[in-house]
């Protein structure tokens, strides 16, 4: 079809997930195929609200579990809909999801390739690459907030089990 910014990953074991922008960057999928065959059906993706409702009314189409809040449809067989359609609709889809990216996503797609394949490698050099804001604690001089958390029975609580209080509260 020749989309731009596509990338595509086998995940799960065996389904071919395309993804507008790559994911390192925080690209977000719009299809997927089920490559060998044991899922409830050939070809997943996202159709939006107005197209959700249609397309369930063909009978060889129905909501994808678990996507089906996001209006996702599968499609049971590949003859569910002609071929010029499932292309509209991966392009449809391809452009839905392309819209709701995120500014800085959006900003790392404009760059030319060899830009952007630079800032994936950097960021998976990068130490905590990969984690969210909430993931990280806040490290004081003495070393890992966790770590010190862990010594401590907790931020003044008590560990269940060993009857004693350890942490600020102990002197209270």
């Known amino acids: 079809m020749g989309l731009p910014n596509v990338a595509e990953t086998l995940n799960w074991g065996h ?11 925080g690209g977000k999928m719009f ?16 159709c ?9 009314e063909n009978e060889a189409i129905r909501p994808t579990p678990y996507l089906a809040k996001a209006h996702w449809v599968t499609l049971e067989r590949w003859n569910a809909l002609r071929p010029r359609e499932i292309e509209e609709q991966l392009r449809r889809a391809h452009g839905l ?3 709701k990216l995120p500014k800085r996503t959006r900003t790392i797609l404009a760059m030319s390739e060899l830009e ?26 003495h070393g890992s907030a966790k770590l010190n958390a862990s010594k401590t029975g907790g931020l003044g609580r008590s560990r269940p089990g060993n009857g004693t209080r350890r942490g600020w509260s102990a002197y209270v």
């Open 48 to 56: 939006g609200e107005e197209r959700f409702h249609e397309l369930i």
């Open 116 to 141: 952007r394949k630079k800032i994936i490698r950097e960021r998976k050099r990068a130490p905590g690459a990969g984690k969210t804001p909430s993931d990280k604690s806040k490290t004081s001089k």
């Open 31 to 46: 299809a997927m195929t089920d490559l060998d065959g044991s899922g409830i059906g050939v070809l997943s993706f996202h």
């Open 97 to 99: 999801i392309l819209e």
């Open 15 to 25: 389904h071919l997930v395309y993804w507008a922008g790559d994911r390192d960057i």
